[in-house]
């Protein structure tokens, strides 16, 4: 595709229950990025991949957040047991290789947990 | 630990006018600085790229600079439109870190 699709654009759960954000990267990118996005606030990292090769989990809040890329291309950010704390838009980048590139961002998912 | 800030949080101006975003930050061992575009609902959109071997970059009617040791970069936009309203991102690049993001300003222009 022409750029970075996250999908589903909105989603809103129960707290408790669990979700799962997609993201479809530029075709050929090699490096793709999560990050949140609380209101008001700039983006903070969450995880970064290499390939399928998950290089940087630090910005991970808990152990309820897990990230996959298995073949390289499209990720998935899971959110267990989600709590309201967890309402933000999860936004999605990728670049060709690396942060000494410029990220291209998708639109983001924006998680309500009520 | 890096921190980025960004002053003004807010700026709202009349069209025409010429304006400076401004971004500091704490660690000057960067790589590089990128300065994005949000509009609401939307993701980012990546503005200029300054390498930390350069002193600025300009597209059209954005030019933004680096000055690496003191930890300051601005975002000049000369003739500001309605159209450029929308908040402005400052992201510093360290190397062995992931990108660390500002607040942002938002900005309004005034037709």
């Known amino acids: ?114 | 630990k890096q921190e980025v800030t960004q002053i003004p949080a807010a700026l709202s101006v009349p069209e025409g006018e010429n304006l400076v975003l401004n971004c500091s930050f704490t660690d000057s061992a960067i790589y590089n600085l990128q300065w994005f575009r949000q509009d609401p609902g939307k993701g980012l959109t990546s503005l200029l790229l300054i390498q930390s071997s350069q002193r600025e970059q300009t597209s059209g009617r954005l030019n933004a600079s680096l000055d690496k040791s003191s930890g300051r970069s601005t975002l000049y936009i000369a003739a500001s439109q309605p159209g450029d309203s929308a908040t402005y991102l400052c992201a510093v690049y360290s190397g062995n870190t992931p990108l660390v993001f500002g607040k942002g300003t938002r900005l309004s222009v005034i037709a």
Do not use: M
Request: charge should be neutral.
């Open chain 1, 1 to 114: 595709g022409a750029g970075v699709s996250q999908s589903p654009r909105y989603k809103v759960a129960k707290r408790g229950q669990d979700v799962a954000l997609r993201c479809d990267p530029i075709s050929g990118h090699v490096s793709l990025f999560w990050y949140q996005q609380a209101l008001g606030q700039g983006p903070e990292f969450l995880t970064y991949f290499q390939n399928e090769a998950q290089l940087d989990k630090s910005g991970l809040p808990s152990d309820r957040f897990f990230a996959e890329r298995p073949e390289g291309s499209v990720s998935t950010l899971k959110i267990q047991r989600t709590q309201q704390e967890d309402s933000a838009v999860y936004l999605c980048a990728s670049s060709l290789l690396g942060s000494n590139q410029p990220q291209h961002f998708g639109d983001g998912t924006r998680l309500s947990i009520l």
